[in-house]
């Protein structure tokens, strides 16, 4: 019956389907929605009940100042029992924060039917002349529970019925009541448990599709963010290896610089080229070619250190591997390193015009220092002459460490 009673674990259910997005009759939320309405309710729920059942203790325990009046045969009674109440409404008040929402639901009925029994007993009980004003009093109660302390839809309809039944019995058994006062006082109590399971029902539903309208538009926000976040990814990945591409290292670049001249890091950038792969292409084929990229890719990717390195495919056979927080022997170093490793790959290469017959890389490394002066085009350029020279040096090596005046790339011929 209670459907937002469902026992909540910590895992995000999956955003439900918009024809599942409905209210059943009871107002419950389909089991995805109920466990995230509860989890983002939750706080301003308790706070919201708990300033109300302070008001409550206050408004219930005031009806004492006047008990000696109106009712002054149970009027003890009345303090003592409305004492009870409290205690009980101070422990909900108190575990409100640390219950479950189907816990909590359900206590706050329990305590409002003990809160409404008092009044209907001493209606029942008294038989002083005002003694019928009590009965005024249980109304009131019903009235807080379900307007002020807001039960959800199916614990009011509970309430009512309950409150309902009993108020009917405690009317038609009251022996010196004349047959137009018990219909007076039934036909009151009839209305005011149709207007407020009305009022609870249209409020409720009010908000309720109120909080699914909200639900979608998040969800259709979060789909476009998501979309928008894999079109980024897409434009920034290279197709062929999954490596970033050239727009994700014009992306990176510029923020290493700024780190590097304003004292934070030094970094290096190592452009590294496929030797002799035009000649591995036409022995091949473009599409053994693609596997060969792929192969170096894989490698660079697994010796950079992810949470520090980026690696990119530069365009056609070249890569670049930006090297963070590292000095200028690390920088060489890990170059070395890498050009061996792909070497280590053994990726046959019959068609190599200087006798090697495997995969070779070619590197050079540009090294940038603190409070560096460079730009990015400045960079790329020293990393490219460096490869130029390893290539002139015969390939399969990695190219000195030029220094700040700049070497002019020579025609790709070499």
Known sequence: MYRDSQIFDDRAPAAPREDEERLDPLLGFPAEVAWR??????????????????????SYNSYDLISFFTFPDVAKQAIVLRLVITALAGAVWFWLPRMTAFGREMLLLGAMLAAC???????????????????IDFLLTIVFGIAILQLRFPAAIVMMAVCWAAGQSVVAFRPELTFDARLALSMQLMMASCFLLLSSWLMQRSHRRAYLAKLRETERSHGLELARQSFAELSM??????????????????????????GRMPFALVMIDVDHFKAYNDRYGHQAGDVCLRQIGAALAGFARQETDVVARYGGEEFVVLLRGVGRPVALQRANDLVAAI???????????????????????????????????????????????????????????LGEALAVRAPATV
């Open 237 to 262: 990945t290279d197709a062929l290896t999954g490596l970033g591409n050239r727009r994700c290292l014009d992306d990176v670049l510029p923020h290493w610089l700024a780190e590097a001249r304003s």
């Open 37 to 58: 309405y509860e989890a983002e309710s939750r706080p301003e729920r308790v706070r919201h009940l708990r300033i109300a059942i302070l008001a409550g203790i206050i």
């Open 117 to 135: 029994s008092v009044p209907l007993y001493l209606f029942a009980a008294t038989r002083a002349p005002n003694g019928a004003l009590s009965f």
């Open 343 to 401: 070497g280590a790959l053994s990726i046959p290469h019959a068609a190599r015009p200087d006798g090697e017959r495997r995969v070779t890389v070619s590197a050079g490394v540009a090294h940038v220092d603190r409070g560096t002066g460079l730009r990015e085009a400045d960079v790329v350029a020293q990393a490219d002459a460096a490869l130029y020279e390893a290539k002139l040096a015969g390939r399969g090596r990695i190219g000195p460490v």
